[in-house]
């Protein structure tokens, strides 16, 4: 397996435009995580899903993000209109058994919003 | 807002040095305790899941202890080596959660 999947790794937009962020988990894992990392708050919990259906998005900003997971091995989490301070490194990561288990980490995507 | 404290936030060890860290977590309705190695530029590679009481578990040089009902676990590097130059991160659950707390991370270089 080639592990979670990424894209893109680097992305640089303008305030104001819309950003999609896309993730592969890992075949026959049930749950994916989306998390932000910033040099503020560290490593923090936007999302989670089980089965493809969203249980907490408690840490999702605002109304400005959102996440979707359509099928189990593809998850999007958009960012409409995106802001200077949405600059972070994104990552998802992907579990079979939630957090009884490790979870597997993406390369991350480089947001940077001018 | 659950607390996951890991101290120090940094440290500096020469070559061959054994190091611990520490992780510090609320210790009603524990679930699970998780440890991973952040390199710089990477992403997080998990360690250790730990949920027993008094489970201590060992990758090589790397080994982990677990004390729920005090609420810490401890990170033990034997020997630290230049790659195990990282941030190594904890993280908490607790029962009925599925989703994991991290703390802040302790960054460890180790200098040739």
Not at chain 1, 48 to 51: A, D, E, I, L, Q
Not at chain 2, 1 to 12: G, Y
Not at chain 2, 107 to 110: C, G, Q, S, W
């Given at each position: 397996?080639a592990g979670?999947?990424?894209?893109?790794?680097h992305?640089?937009?303008?305030?104001?435009?819309?950003?999609?962020?896309?993730?592969?988990p890992?075949?026959?894992?049930?749950?994916?995580?989306w998390?932000?990392?910033t040099?503020?708050?560290?490593?923090e919990l936007?999302i989670?899903?089980?089965?493809n259906v969203?249980i907490?998005?408690?840490?999702m900003?605002?109304?400005r993000?959102s996440?979707?997971m359509?099928n189990?091995?593809?998850?999007?989490?958009?960012?409409?209109?995106s802001?200077?301070?949405?600059?972070?490194?994104?990552f998802?990561?992907?579990?079979?058994l939630?957090?009884?288990?490790?979870?597997f980490f993406?390369?991350g995507t480089?947001?940077t919003?001018l | 807002?659950?607390?996951?404290?890991?101290?120090?936030?940094?440290?500096?060890v020469?070559?061959?040095?054994?190091?611990?860290?520490t992780?510090?977590?609320?210790?009603?309705?524990?679930y699970?305790?998780?440890?991973y190695?952040w390199?710089?530029a990477?992403s997080p590679?998990?360690?250790?899941?730990?949920?027993?009481?008094?489970d201590?578990?060992?990758k090589g040089?790397?080994s982990?202890t677990?004390n729920?009902?005090?609420?810490y676990?401890?990170?033990?590097?034997?020997?630290?080596?230049?790659?195990?130059?990282?941030?190594?991160?904890?993280?908490?659950?607790?029962?009925?959660?599925?989703n994991?707390?991290?703390g802040?991370?302790t960054?460890?270089?180790?200098i040739?």
């Open positions: 397996d979670v999947i990424q894209s893109p790794r992305e640089v937009t303008e305030m104001g435009q819309e950003v999609t962020l896309r993730c592969k890992i075949s026959g894992h049930d749950y994916l995580f998390y932000r990392q040099m503020m708050r560290g490593l936007l989670y899903f089980n089965n969203p907490d998005d408690s840490g900003p605002e109304d993000f996440a979707k359509p189990a091995s593809f998850s999007t989490l958009k960012i409409q209109p802001e200077p301070r949405d600059s972070a490194v994104y998802c990561a992907s579990s079979s939630g957090t009884i288990d490790e979870q993406g390369p480089r947001l919003v | 807002i659950l607390n996951v404290e890991q101290s120090p936030q940094s440290l500096h020469q070559e061959g040095d054994s190091t611990n860290f992780c510090s977590f609320p210790s009603s309705n524990f699970a305790l998780h440890w190695r390199e710089t990477k590679e998990a360690l250790f899941v730990m949920t027993l009481n008094g201590e578990k060992k040089r790397i982990a677990l729920t009902k005090e609420g676990s401890y990170l033990y590097i034997k020997g630290s080596q230049p790659e195990d130059s990282a941030t190594y991160l904890c993280a908490f659950t607790w029962t009925g959660a599925n994991l707390f991290f802040t991370g960054r460890l270089t180790v040739p």
